[in-house]
Each structure stands twice: as C-alpha cells, then as structure tokens.
C-alpha cells in the first residue's frame, strides 16, 4: 500500500461525510463558552465553489474560534482569502468575518482587527503551532 492511500485526509474525508449532516443540526455544536463542533462554509479561493468543512470550534460568546486537526487544510487558505464565511451553528446558518492565523502569523487583512478573541486565536495559533480562526459572528 501506498503512503498516499493512508494519509490523513483521505481517512478523515468519510467520517466529515457523515458527521456533517448531524453538526448541521446543530448536534455536537457548542454552547456559548463550551468547545464543540461546527460546519464552515467558505468559497473556494479560485474555483468559487461553495465548500463545507467540520471543524473543532470554541465558543467565545461574541466570537467562534475554530481549527482542524489536519496540518495542511484548503478551508484555512480560502478562509484567509475570503474574510468572510459562513458557519451553521445550532442549526442556524450564520455570516461570519474571519481573523485567521497560521503558527502566530496573520494570514489576512481582517486579522489586523483589535479584539480579546483575534489575539485569544493568534496567541493559540503560535502556541499550538497550527491555524486557528477567530470568527466573528454577524
């Protein structure tokens, strides 16, 4: 068997499949200041296309704070291009604008925005050293 038949984004690409209908739901989200699960919705940075994605959210009460446990994921590239997004949360589909970061660096424009949430992103970012999103909720 091949290293590319096992890797990591072809086993978790099936279980996304069947998780995501349910987190759409709402099952599985977070409650305001608990961890949970969210599906982002983002255009894809040159196709356009409307892609969706569960991902590891906190919720900050004002503000989510999402990440994968994939190293290198498509959803934070186009987030960053897009500053904006969509994320479905108890069963709700919600306009978000996204602070993004990767290793403590920021990777868009709208993560120069002040705010306890974007440095609380940033700062676990360059801790975990991985990409994390603040994202606002509209």
Request: charged share 15%; glycine share 10%; aromatic share 6%.
């Amino acid at each position: 068997m091949s290293d590319d038949t096992l890797s990591l984004p072809r086993l978790i690409a099936p279980i996304n499949t069947l998780l995501e209908p349910g987190i759409r739901l709402g099952l599985a989200n977070p409650l305001p200041f608990t961890s949970g699960f969210v599906v982002l919705e983002v255009a894809g940075r040159r196709s356009g296309t409307l892609r969706s994605v569960p991902l590891l959210c906190a919720d900050c009460g004002c503000a989510l704070l999402v990440s994968t446990v994939r190293e290198q994921s498509h959803w934070i590239v186009n987030l960053a291009a897009a500053g904006h997004a969509h994320v479905w949360l108890r069963g709700r589909r919600r306009a978000v604008q996204a602070a993004v970061f990767h290793n403590g660096g920021s990777l868009n424009e709208t993560s120069k925005d002040d705010g306890w949430w974007v440095s609380a992103a940033r700062n676990l970012s360059a801790a975990a050293g991985m990409s994390v999103a603040a994202l606002t909720l509209g």
